[in-house]
Antibody, heavy 118, light 107 residues
Framework: EVQLVESGGALVQPGGSLRLSCAAS????????MHWVRQATGKGLEWVSA???????YYPGSVKGRFTISRENANNSLYLQMNSLRAGDTAVYYC????????????WGKGTTVTVSS | SYELTQPPSVSVSPGQTASITCSGD??????ACWYQQKPGQSPVLVIH???RRPSGIPERFSGSSSGNTATLTISGTQAMDEADYYC??????????FGGGTKLTVL
């Protein structure tokens, strides 16, 4: 069964850091682009970052310079290092896979919750 | 930055056809896809490449695109189709762009 399982969500103070993980199984992880998408409570989906099979990375302006996406193909794992966290980063964070660039996000995890608050 | 615009809400009676639009500059020249998200659940891909249904998605879900607008159509809408729907496309400035989402109410 194709599966993505996120972990690492927590309550963190503003300015703090957090590292999210996503464990992939049931498919050849190294051959897929991987994404992080977040959703604040009651709000829409917001794309956070992507990493290609060659390790190329992409970010929207809202997180560029603060978030770093990485992958470890040997362990079928995706990561999101989040620094300088703000209240606006509070959300459920999903990891998702895409066959390639310009392909849809066809499998999503259940998400992990990040709360930034003092 | 590239933007996709969806109506905040759409209402439909059971058994009728629901249409949800997604507008963006030059959207017809890009592929669009659609996700369904029910409360407390992760998004599920229901349409990709404008009009293709992934396996397991009911035939009542269809998609089309023309000009600057992509449309998700649900024929014979059922109560179980009540959910939030998001369109998504790709742009050179931002690899992944989501629309703001449309809440479909079946009443």
């Amino acid at each position: 069964e194709v599966q993505l399982v996120e972990s690492g969500g927590a309550l963190v103070q503003p300015g703090g850091s957090l590292r999210l993980s996503c464990a992939a199984s049931g498919f050849t992880f190294s051959t897929y682009d991987m994404h992080w998408v977040r959703q604040a409570t009651g709000k829409g989906l917001e794309w956070v970052s992507a990493i290609g099979t060659s390790g190329d990375t992409y970010y929207p302006g809202s997180v560029k310079g603060r978030f770093t996406i990485s992958r470890e193909n040997a362990n079928n794992s995706l990561y999101l290092q989040m620094n300088s966290l703000r209240a606006g980063d509070t959300a459920v964070y999903y990891c998702a896979r895409a066959y390639s660039s310009s392909w849809p996000l066809d499998v999503w995890g259940k998400g992990t919750t990040v709360t930034v608050s003092s | 930055s590239y933007e996709l615009t969806q109506p905040p809400s759409v209402s439909v009676s059971p058994g009728q056809t629901a249409s949800i639009t997604c507008s963006g500059d030059g959207l017809g020249e890009k592929y669009a896809c659609w996700y369904q998200q029910k409360p407390g659940q992760s998004p599920v891909l229901v349409i990709h490449q404008d009009s293709r249904r992934p396996s397991g998605i009911p035939e009542r879900f269809s998609g089309s695109s023309s000009g600057n607008t992509a449309t998700l159509t649900i024929s014979g809408t059922q109560a179980m189709d009540e959910a939030d729907y998001y369109c998504q496309a790709w742009d050179s400035s931002t690899p992944v762009v989501f629309g703001g989402g449309t809440k479909l109410t079946v009443l």
